[in-house]
């Protein structure tokens, strides 16, 4: 059993040998459409990006920008959740991707400035997001930004410049509405035995750290060690497992349903402010 990848790329890098030794991996945090194909043994706690894209795409159209940049790095993760976005928006769309760790990212700041955009898509993660931010201040860059879940790190405000760039910001990450995870008593310990043990609130992907970890602990306590038996009970494990994040039934490609929490930076907070899931939609805050 292997509880990973984080990344969409670890993830699909790994997938064929342990579809080959019959390893199951279940992955907290790959969310690229490809893992729905991956193999029989492949599972993952978070939703597909064939989510998340159509998400941000429809909240970027619920704002009323009609003029997008999509800044995403040049990986599985990104070129996966730019495809979607995509085929969701309806507006005029520019691609500007990017190397990981290049450390000065002008150029693709330039070209940003030149296509002005109404809004600027995000997808990546702190250490880049964090240059990025930075050198668009410096650049003078000013535009509404909607990031991915990738970057919704309280370590984004560690910089004061990377800070005031993100004032405003929306981000969407995996997870229920604010009253739905209020109202759940398994969230809430979630929440606390966090707090307890760490000193800290939980940030991205904790909670379905812990789903597949506590996921796969009931599987195997049930079925024992051997990747065959594990691999077939896990969907019928998964239909009953009270997980912290919410439903984690598996459906027969290893992938689960979800929805998203719409967040918007204000004072070095990321506060909710909505939601978006696939049967309602866009559901924002009055005012929002």
């Given at each position: 059993m292997?509880?990973?990848?984080?990344?969409s790329s670890?993830?699909?890098?790994?997938?064929?040998?342990?579809?080959?030794?019959?390893?199951?991996?279940?992955s907290?945090?790959s969310?690229?459409?490809?893992i729905?194909?991956?193999?029989?043994?492949?599972?993952?706690v978070v939703?597909?990006?064939?989510?998340?894209?159509?998400?941000?795409?429809?909240?970027a159209?619920a704002?009323n920008y009609?003029?997008?940049?999509?800044?995403?790095?040049?990986?599985?993760?990104?070129?996966?959740?730019e495809?979607?976005?995509?085929?969701?928006?309806?507006?005029?769309v520019?691609?500007?991707?990017?190397?990981?760790g290049?450390?000065?990212y002008?150029?693709?700041?330039?070209?940003?400035?030149?296509?002005n955009?109404?809004v600027i898509?995000?997808v990546?993660y702190?250490?880049?997001?964090?240059?990025?931010?930075?050198?668009?201040?410096e650049?003078?860059?000013?535009?509404?930004?909607?990031?991915a879940?990738g970057?919704a790190?309280?370590?984004?405000?560690?910089n004061?410049?990377?800070?005031?760039?993100?004032?405003?910001?929306?981000?969407?990450?995996?997870?229920?509405s604010?009253q739905?995870?209020?109202e759940?008593?398994?969230?809430?310990?979630?929440?606390?035995?966090?707090k307890?043990?760490?000193g800290?609130?939980?940030?991205?992907?904790s909670?379905?750290e812990?789903?597949?970890?506590m996921?796969a602990?009931?599987?195997?306590a049930e079925?024992?060690n051997?990747?065959?038996?594990?691999?077939?009970?896990?969907?019928?494990?998964?239909?009953?497992?009270?997980?912290?994040?919410?439903?984690?039934?598996?459906?027969?490609?290893?992938?689960?349903?979800?929805s998203?929490?719409?967040?918007?930076v204000?004072?070095k907070t990321?506060?909710?402010?909505?939601?978006?899931?696939p049967s309602?939609g866009?559901?924002?805050?009055?005012g929002?």
């Open positions: 292997i509880i990973g990848g984080v990344s670890e993830t699909l890098a790994i997938a064929p040998y342990a579809e080959k030794s019959k390893v199951v991996m279940i907290p945090s969310t690229n459409p490809k729905t194909d991956a193999g029989e043994y492949i599972f993952r939703p597909s990006d064939l989510l998340q894209g159509e998400a941000i795409a429809k909240l159209l704002k009609a003029k997008a940049v999509m800044l995403v790095e040049n990986n599985d993760y990104g070129i996966g959740m495809d979607v976005f995509k085929k969701h928006f309806t507006g005029n520019t691609s500007v991707r990017y190397d990981k290049k450390g000065d002008r150029s693709e700041i330039e070209s940003i400035k030149k296509a955009p109404d898509i995000y990546g702190p250490a880049d997001a964090s240059v990025i931010l930075k050198q668009s201040g650049l003078g860059l000013k535009k509404k930004w909607i990031a879940e970057i790190d309280p370590v984004m405000f560690d004061a410049d990377v800070a005031k760039q993100m004032e405003g910001m929306l981000l969407t990450t995996p997870g229920r604010e739905e995870e209020k759940d008593p398994v969230f809430q310990y979630f929440v606390d035995l966090h307890q043990t760490f800290k609130d939980y940030s991205i992907y909670d379905t812990y789903d597949a970890v996921l602990a009931y599987v195997i079925v024992g051997n990747g065959t038996a594990i691999k077939e009970a896990l969907p019928r494990v998964s239909k009953t497992f009270k997980a912290v994040s919410g439903d984690k039934t598996f459906d027969e490609n290893g992938d689960v349903r979800g998203y929490k719409v967040l918007e204000t004072n990321m506060v909710p402010i909505g939601s978006w899931n309602t866009i559901d924002l805050n009055p929002k």
